[in-house]
C-alpha cells in the first residue's frame, strides 16, 4: 500500500467508526526495528482516541532494566519469554495501539494471542530505511556487532516471511508519520470492511 493515505483527512466519525469496529480488539503494529512502529503508533493512538503501549517499555518497567541489560544480563531467550508474557498481558487491556519489538511476532505463542486478541499491522520498510534510522538509535542490542548492517539485512531476510501473516501491511517510508498513520487506518478500514466497494456504475 504506497502513498494511499497521502492528503486524506481522517475525520472523526470514520475514526469513531474503525474504533467501533474493532471493539475489544487491540491494534498491534509489528515489523524490524526502525520501521516506525512507536512514532507512527503514538499518532494513530492519539488520532483514534486510544491509548498507546509501547511493549518494549513495558517490559523494561516489568524488569526495572532496559532491554540492553536484560539481554546482557539474562540473554536474549529469558527476554524472549518475559516479551511473551508482557504482551499476553497487554491484549487483555482491551483497545489500545500497541507497538511491538521487532522479534516479538516471532513468537508463535504471541502471534496466535495476538490473532485472538488483535488487529496485527506489519509496518513494511527496506534496508536503507531502517539503517537510517537504527543508526541514530546505536543501542538495540542485536546491532552490536562489527557489521550491524549485514545483521539486519539477515533479521529482514529471517522475519519478512514471519511478519507477513499479520492481517494487513502499509510501507513505512520517509514521509511525514501522519501519511503512513493514514495509510494504517486506510488498511485497517479495508480489513474490516468499512471502506464501500468501488462504484461499479
Known amino acids: 500500500m504506497g502513498a494511499a493515505g497521502s492528503g486524506t483527512i481522517i475525520t472523526d466519525e470514520r475514526a469513531a467508526r474503525l474504533v467501533s469496529a474493532l471493539g475489544p480488539r487491540c491494534i498491534v503494529l509489528v515489523g524490524i526495528m526502525g520501521c516506525g512502529k512507536s512514532s507512527v503508533g503514538r499518532r494513530l ?8 503501549v509501547d511493549a518494549d517499555t513495558e517490559i523494561e518497567t516489568a524488569a526495572n532494566m532496559t532491554i540492553s541489560e536484560i539481554f546482557a544480563v539474562h540473554g536474549e531467550p529469558e527476554f524472549r519469554r518475559g516479551e511473551e508474557r508482557v504482551i499476553a498481558r ?3 487491556e482491551g483497545p489500545m495501539v500497541l507497538a511491538t519489538g521487532g522479534g516479538a511476532f516471532m ?3 504471541t502471534r496466535r494471542e495476538i490473532a485472538r486478541a488483535a488487529v496485527s499491522v506489519w509496518l513494511r520498510a527496506d534496508l536503507d530505511t531502517v539503517m537510517a534510522r537504527v543508526r541514530k538509535r546505536p543501542t538495540r542490542p542485536l546491532l552490536q556487532n562489527a557489521d550491524p548492517e549485514g545483521t539486519m539485512r539477515a533479521l529482514l531476510e529471517k522475519r519478512e516471511p514471519v511478519y507477513a501473516l499479520a492481517d494487513t501491511s502499509v510501507w513505512s517510508r520517509e514521509v511525514p508519520h501522519e501519511t503512513v498513520m493514514e495509510d494504517i487506518i486506510l488498511a485497517l478500514e479495508d480489513f474490516l470492511s468499512l471502506r464501500p466497494a468501488p462504484d461499479a456504475a
Open 45 to 52: 493512538a492519539q488520532r483514534l482516541g486510544l491509548p498507546f
Open 90 to 92: 497487554l491484549l487483555q
Open 107 to 109: 513468537s508463535e505463542t
